[in-house]
């Protein structure tokens, strides 16, 4: 297996934490889409932020503010051209995508869901592209509908139609699925919702860490990720908004930064997008984001996504030979998430038994309990890979799986 112009073992020696023993074996980290590894570049930005340039943004008159607040401002810009954004004042930084997505829940959906109108989900999203809706719809008297999932794990496009009626306020719906891997027809499903003038939130957690993704030519009104999915830190994340949506907004928190001026009368909110950046933010976070984000652009997005590919077949492959595993999530478009059960084992021992070979994955309902529900069961394993995983780690799981079978056997 090779991708051209690809070397996953020149990207393996720039993440530190991938070369140890755990458990006196070689570690094999398959659950990145729980969290990514940090490149040693991350790690170093973060370093050269707090021994160097230090102090708090937008404030001071000091050299070291002057610093720290054109770093975090350039963060900005280097997020702003990862997603191909137009405009840098369209890029917020969140604490994570959950955050993002209460932001617009509660400003953008506050202002707009009245009673009995309708906000339009997906049976595959986390719980944080659920629950946010769900405080809307019961705070004002909404109601909650939702797109179904097929059987190999794909949205069902013929149901959209019908389902997006003139009661509609917002689409939310996530890019790429965190339990299947399925990658959603995100740029259909804007320009169904569009063509209603329904405005629609991605959730792109998952999706940024795989798939070079241009915010323009999805046409999307809202797009969220999180910074340590990415490679980042964790405590930074991104909610772009197109910058007329955002404009017509609320703010979100009140606080310092957020204000152009307060009396004990009234405040005049600042600016999009400090009005959506209440305190003190995280400005070594972001420093540390942007340099996920050169990273990733030196590696290439595009070399990253083919690799991606290529390990995915692979591992479908390896997984499926393997007796009694059941794939959940099958659809034709994924990224590399692969969701198992293990005839009737119990997901979380074949997790610990997996611990104990050294093999690191996710088991659980995956922050998807709506989805396991309509799969039938109350968990899966997971493994999920990212850019830095190899064929050799593949069959490292496929070795822990069949230990597994003889001890359950
Ligand atoms: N949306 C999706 C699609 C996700 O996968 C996650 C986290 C979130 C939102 C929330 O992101 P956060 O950074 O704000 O927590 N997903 C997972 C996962 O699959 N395993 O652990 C966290």
């Not at 197109?242 to 907004?249: I, K, N, P, Q, T």
């Amino acid at each position: 297996m090779s991708t051209p112009g690809f070397d996953v073992r020149r990207v393996r020696a720039d993440f530190p934490i991938l070369h140890q023993e755990v458990r006196g074996r070689p570690l094999v980290y398959l659950d990145s889409a729980a969290t990514g590894q940090k490149p040693q570049a991350v790690i170093d930005a973060l370093t050269r932020f707090y021994t160097h340039d230090n102090a708090n943004v937008h404030r001071g008159v000091h050299i070291l503010s002057e610093r720290a607040t054109q770093a975090y401002e350039d963060a900005r810009e280097s997020v702003r051209r990862f997603i191909n954004a137009r405009d840098a004042k369209e890029i917020v930084f969140m604490r994570g995508t959950t955050e993002a997505i209460n932001l617009v829940a509660s400003t953008y959906g506050r202002k707009h869901v009245g009673p009995g109108d309708e906000v339009l989900i997906s049976a595959m999203e986390h719980h944080s592209n659920i629950v946010p809706w769900q405080m809307v719809c019961d705070a004002v008297g909404a109601k909650l509908r939702v797109i179904p999932v097929d059987d190999r794990g794909e949205l069902r496009m013929d149901a959209v139609d019908a389902l997006l009626t003139e009661r509609t306020r917002i689409l939310a719906v996530t890019h790429v699925s965190n339990a299947l891997g399925t990658v959603n027809p995100v740029r259909e499903l804007v320009r169904r919702a569009h063509a209603k003038n329904i405005p629609v939130l991605l959730d792109g957690a998952q999706a940024v860490t795989h798939l070079p993704v241009d915010v323009q030519d999805l046409g999307c009104d809202f797009y969220a990720f999180s910074g340590h999915k990415l490679f980042g830190p964790t405590g930074i994340g991104v909610l772009y908004g197109r910058l007329d949506v955002l404009e017509a907004m609320p703010p979100y928190q009140g606080g310092g930064d957020m204000i152009l001026s307060v009396t004990m009368e009234k405040t005049v909110y600042n600016r999009v997008p400090h009005r959506f950046e209440a305190g003190t933010p995280d400005m070594a976070g972001a420093v540390g984001l942007a340099a996920a984000i050169h990273y990733l652009e030196s590696v290439g997005m595009a070399a990253i996504a083919a690799h991606d590919q290529a390990l995915l077949t692979y591992a479908t492959q390896a997984l499926s030979a393997v007796p009694g595993l059941s794939l959940v999530g099958t659809a034709s478009e994924k990224t590399g998430v692969l969701s198992f059960t293990l005839a009737d084992v119990h997901p979380h021992d074949v997790g610990t038994i997996l611990d104990r070979e050294g093999v690191c994955i996710r088991t659980g309902h995956h922050c998807a309990q709506p989805l396991m529900k309509r799969f039938g069961v109350a968990a899966t394993a997971r493994a999920s890979l990212a850019f830095y995983n190899t064929p050799e780690d593949v069959d490292a799981l496929v070795r822990g799986l069949h230990k597994v079978r003889e001890v359950f056997q």
